[in-house]
């Protein structure tokens, strides 16, 4: 009987077919510049836009500020509280591996953007300090870049006019569709009606708290 046959699969290998809104986003990604790309970081929800990261994170011209803020947002505490070797080929859902492995690799060098508190807030990194100093140096199975610890320089995130997710009509409805984070009303009449009325339901609840 000959032994059962293995095979080792390439994470993306397992993505379903990307969809046409999927698709569209990517080439979007691709003319713009990398402060659409972390504008549109910020505006993932964790797990569900986890394929989404993954690509954004091996495509070449990935900002450090890009992958600094997936850095934050994949919890790496928890490899610190539970050290382990870094998969060779991270999967999906693996950012911090991911992270580490393209940093091996001479990813992430460029710096244009401005990395700021939402993508890197201070107490994390603080906790993220602090929990190193457990491990005497060269002890863990990896090294965290001190640039992710450290992270300075770079320009504020500025989105030419015509990306702006929340006022392009068909950016919005493209992030909308994908469930990124945008305004609920599309951009134009209806919005303007939206704020009117939210605003009027705020007057009315103050006068009658009043």
């Not at 990813?107 to 700021?116: E, I, M, P, Y």
């Not at 989105?159 to 702006?164: D, E, G, K």
Request: glycine share 4%; hydrophobic share 40%; net charge positive.
């Amino acid at each position: 009987m000959s032994p059962p046959r293995t095979t080792t699969t390439h994470p993306m290998a397992q993505k379903p077919k990307l969809s046409t809104n999927e698709i569209a986003l990517r080439r979007l990604l691709k003319a713009a510049p990398q402060d659409l790309w972390l504008d549109t970081l910020r505006r993932t929800r964790g797990a569900e836009h986890c394929y989404l990261v993954y690509w954004m994170l091996n495509q070449p011209e990935c900002d450090f500020a890009v992958a600094a803020h997936a850095f934050y947002r994949c919890n790496p505490t928890d490899y610190l509280d539970n050290p382990r070797p870094l998969p060779t080929r991270p999967g999906t859902h693996d950012i911090f591996a991911l992270i580490m492995r393209n940093w091996e690799t001479g990813s992430f060098r460029t710096h244009r953007l401005k990395v700021d508190q939402v993508d890197a807030d201070p107490r994390i990194i603080s906790r993220i300090r602090q929990k190193m100093m457990v491990y005497p140096k060269g002890t863990l199975p990896f090294t965290i870049p001190e640039a992710f610890l450290e992270p300075a320089g770079g320009s504020p995130v500025k989105v030419p006019s015509h990306l702006q997710p929340n006022e392009i009509r068909h950016i919005w409805s493209l992030f909308s569709e994908l469930g990124l984070k945008v305004h609920a009303a599309p951009p134009g009449f209806a919005r303007k009606i939206a704020q009117v009325r939210w605003f009027l339901e705020r007057l009315r609840q103050g006068a009658r708290q009043a």
